[in-house]
Nanobody
Framework: QVQLVESGGNLVQAGGSLRLSCTAS????????MRWFRQAPGKEREMVAL????????LYPDSVKGRFTISRDDAENAVHLEMHSLTTEDTGIYFC?????????WGQGTQVTVSS
């Protein structure tokens, strides 16, 4: 059974930093395109970071570029999301997603709340 588990969400003040982690059982994450999404209350889910398979090319929307960094940790079978200079606009539930042709898995999400 495949399971993705996000962790690291927390309440943080604006300007602060957080590190989210996505760990997996049942699959090897470094064989998947990995993405982080977030969903704010009343808004659609949006992608905030991608790291591709097999080349590990990264991609970010303008809203987080320069502040967020996605990385793989093959030893831990994990993917991390480093987030800096957080603003209230970054508040939401953060989900990790593993995808390759014909297969896609989601985690349950971790809450990030940024206070002003």
């Amino acid at each position: 059974q495949v399971q993705l588990v996000e962790s690291g969400g927390n309440l943080v003040q604006a300007g602060g930093s957080l590190r989210l982690s996505c760990t997996a059982s049942g699959i090897t994450l470094n064989m998947y395109n990995m993405r982080w999404f977030r969903q704010a209350p009343g808004k659609e889910r949006e992608m905030v970071a991608l790291i591709s398979y097999p080349s590990s090319v990264t991609l970010y929307p303008d809203s987080v570029k320069g502040r967020f960094t996605i990385s793989r940790d093959d030893a831990e079978n994990a993917v991390h999301l480093e987030m800096h200079s957080l603003t209230t606009e970054d508040t939401g539930i953060y989900f990790c997603n593993a995808r390759r042709p014909g297969l896609e898995y989601w985690g349950q999400g971790t809450q990030v709340t940024v206070s002003s």
